[in-house]
């Protein structure tokens, strides 16, 4: 696992889903019903979503309203034996986002050059789209010219996740997750050759200056966004990589 044992000792074991119990106690035809369940909750959103473009559609509202879908973590779903939200794979950390706006939005157009932060940039692109000025202490930026398929220029070169345990940090080709606790505390997965997260590159020979990069990204970030609680358990240097 790419993942530090100690993790999951921070996982709430009065969850409606308690993810430790599930990983240790669920059997095939638990995780089954699990998965069954899962699904037809995603069935239930996706009607509901429906629902609220048809009344836009029936109230002639459709042209002139911008309509954003995305959400605010994704599920481990059984990959990796994991349930719930506490660890950086991409099951959890990747979520969905589209933008709708008829006649304004190109459509079917598909962005993958770009990182996006939906936490950061959700408000800036309402402002954008509203005509008005963001409040200047937001870090995030708005999508709106990547959206409508215009040049963007100076976009961001990674971007950050966090939860209670560590931080995440996804370049264009490596993931580098980092936690408070736990053996190792670090992970490096390259994404390109190992989008299923097998592989831990973090302690092996031949990756230490992308080790170091990723290291000292997110120390900017921590410095940029004034991530106190990150500052604690940063590592800087191989000689602060030991638990």
């Known amino acids: 696992s790419n993942e530090p044992e ?3 000792s921070n996982c709430n074991p009065n969850a409606v889903t308690p993810a430790v119990t599930m990983r240790r106690d669920y059997d ?31 109230a002639g509202l459709e042209e002139n309203t911008l309509v954003v879908f995305t959400s605010d973590h994704g599920n481990m779903d059984a990959s990796h034996r994991l349930a719930s939200k506490s660890f950086f794979y991409d099951e959890a950390a990747r979520v969905p986002f589209l933008m709708k706006y008829k006649g304004t939005i190109p459509a079917k ?28 202490t937001l870090m995030g930026k708005s999508l709106r010219r990547i959206a409508e398929a215009k040049q ?22 490596f993931k580098y997750c980092l936690y408070k606790s736990g053996t190792p505390r670090e992970s490096l997965v390259d994404m390109k050759k190992d989008p299923g ?24 970030w921590i410095e940029e966004s ?16 030991v638990t």
């Open 6 to 8: 100690a993790v999951e």
């Open 28 to 58: 095939q035809r638990q995780w089954q019903i699990y998965r069954w369940i899962y699904c037809r909750l995603t069935e239930q959103v996706d009607a509901h979503i429906a629902r609220i473009l048809k009344a836009l559609e029936e």
């Open 109 to 136: 157009r598909v962005d993958r050059e770009h990182f996006v932060s939906t936490g950061l940039d959700i408000l800036p692109t309402l402002c954008d789209y509203a005509g008005i000025q963001p409040p200047k």
């Open 152 to 173: 963007v220029s100076n976009w961001r070169r990674y971007v950050v996740s966090e939860n209670h345990s560590g931080r995440m940090l996804r370049s264009d080709r």
């Open 197 to 220: 997260e097998m592989k831990n590159l973090a302690s092996l020979p031949g990756y230490e200056k992308t080790l170091e990069e990723h290291r000292r990204y997110l120390d900017e």
């Open 226 to 241: 004034k991530d106190e609680d990150a500052k604690k358990f940063v590592i800087r240097d191989s000689k602060t990589a």
